[in-house]
Each structure stands twice: as structure tokens, then as C-alpha cells.
């Protein structure tokens, strides 16, 4: 089980493994040629949810036929189009879902009504959950935690042990990496590292936050 995250959020998943003597043919028509995935029976338990193991049926992007992939609760959380996937040990369910060129992999968690898209990458031990939106080139990776109505986009990076919560947007060419927890209304935009600290704003005022570079290549952080 993943560690508590922020408030009462906790992941209830314990990832208990079993073999399921059911086919999921059912579920996937693999006589559809317009289908680049079927589940299989190799299937964890999420609460009272069964995920399955993904395999490709064609070839496509990196993946070849027969490759399998990581764990999604039902089809709805991988498109069959494009070149999405979920590789690894990866888990996509609830009413989350990954399409475009996105890739989820590693140990990479995406649940809730979580969207990844684009070119977008979630992996590592990341966790996009809630309402959360990753597009574009984004990247959430490492144990980061994006969840609520955040919006990561562009080139952003939010990595490391980052929390990035709320309203709050990173997007442009922002990092968001150590400890930092960016919540609230907060922007976080332009080429701007956060690495550590808060960076929030609520009520009617929202603060953004950009970057004077120094000497050395050190920074200082503006929020105005």
C-alpha cells in the first residue's frame, strides 16, 4: 500500500493478486481488428474493483503485438485509439481514462476522473487522481501527488515528493520538485523550479509565482 497522502485521501487498493478462471472475452471483441488491446485474466483487486492486465493485439508506437502492458479497470480507461498506454505494473481505473500519445508506467497510479492526454507522461510512483488534467508534454513522475482540479500542461514537471493540489495550475516550462506543495488557486508557470515550500492562493485573489534569476544560476521566488 502507498503511503497517506494529504488529509483523508488514502488509497485503499491493497494490490492482492489473484488469477481469475473467467475469460474477459466478454469484454473485449478480440476479432475487432480496430482494437490495439484486449484485457486478460491476470487480474488484481482494488477494493471491491478487479483490474486486468493488458495485452496488445497490434503494433503500435513502441508496444508490439503480445506485449503486455499494466492495469486498467475497464476499457473506458484506455482509449483503443491512438497510442496511449499503460505499461508495467501501472493502474488506470474508477472513471479515469489515458488516450492521444499519453504513456502511464513504472508503479504510476491514475484513478478518480483523473485525464491524461497528448504527450503526457505519469510514472514512477506518481499519483494523478481526482479531477486532475496532465496534457500536452507534462510529466508527473517520481512519488508526486496531482490531485483535485489541478491542471498540469505544456512542459511542466512536477516530480520528486511535490503535492500539487486544488484549483492550482503548472504549466509553461515550471518544475514543481522536493517537497513543495502547490494548492489553492496558485499558478505556477514560465520556466519557474519550485522546490521546496508553499505556494497557495485563495479566496478572490490569485497569486501567481515567477522567477529572478541570480547569480550561479540561483533563483528567488516572486509571488505577487
Not at 503494433?59 to 480507461?77: H, P, R
Not at 508534454?137 to 512542459?155: I, P, Q, T
Request: glycine letters at 12%; charged letters at 30%; aromatic letters at 14%.
Amino acid at each position: 500500500m502507498k503511503d497517506l497522502r494529504y488529509g483523508e485521501i488514502i488509497k485503499i487498493c491493497h494490490g492482492e493478486e489473484f488469477t481469475s478462471n473467467k475469460t474477459t472475452d466478454t469484454l473485449t471483441n478480440n476479432n475487432n481488428p480496430m482494437k490495439k488491446y484486449k484485457l486478460t485474466d491476470e487480474v488484481k483487486k482494488c477494493g471491491e474493483s478487479k483490474l486486468y492486465r493488458i495485452e496488445a493485439l497490434i503494433d503500435f508506437s513502441d508496444v508490439k503485438a503480445g506485449d503486455k502492458g499494466g492495469f486498467v479497470e475497464k476499457e473506458e480507461n484506455l482509449y483503443q485509439s491512438g497510442n496511449a498506454w499503460v505499461y508495467g505494473n501501472a493502474w488506470v481505473y474508477g472513471d479515469a481514462w489515458v488516450r492521444g500519445d499519453a504513456w502511464v508506467y513504472g508503479d504510476a497510479w491514475v484513478y478518480g476522473d483523473a485525464r491524461v492526454h497528448g504527450n503526457a507522461e505519469v510514472y514512477g510512483n506518481a499519483d494523478v487522481s481526482g479531477n486532475a488534467r496532465v496534457y500536452g508534454n507534462a510529466e508527473v513522475s517520481g512519488d508526486a501527488w496531482v490531485h483535485g482540479d489541478v491542471e498540469v500542461r505544456g512542459n511542466a514537471r512536477v516530480y520528486g515528493d511535490a503535492w500539487v493540489y486544488g484549483n492550482a495550475r503548472v504549466y509553461g516550462d515550471a518544475e514543481v520538485s522536493g517537497d513543495a506543495r502547490v494548492h489553492g488557486n496558485a499558478e505556477v508557470y514560465g520556466k519557474i523550479k519550485c522546490e521546496t515550500g508553499h505556494y497557495f492562493a485563495y479566496g478572490e485573489k490569485s497569486w501567481t509565482v515567477e522567477e529572478i534569476e541570480i547569480e550561479d544560476g540561483k533563483y528567488v521566488l516572486w509571488r505577487k
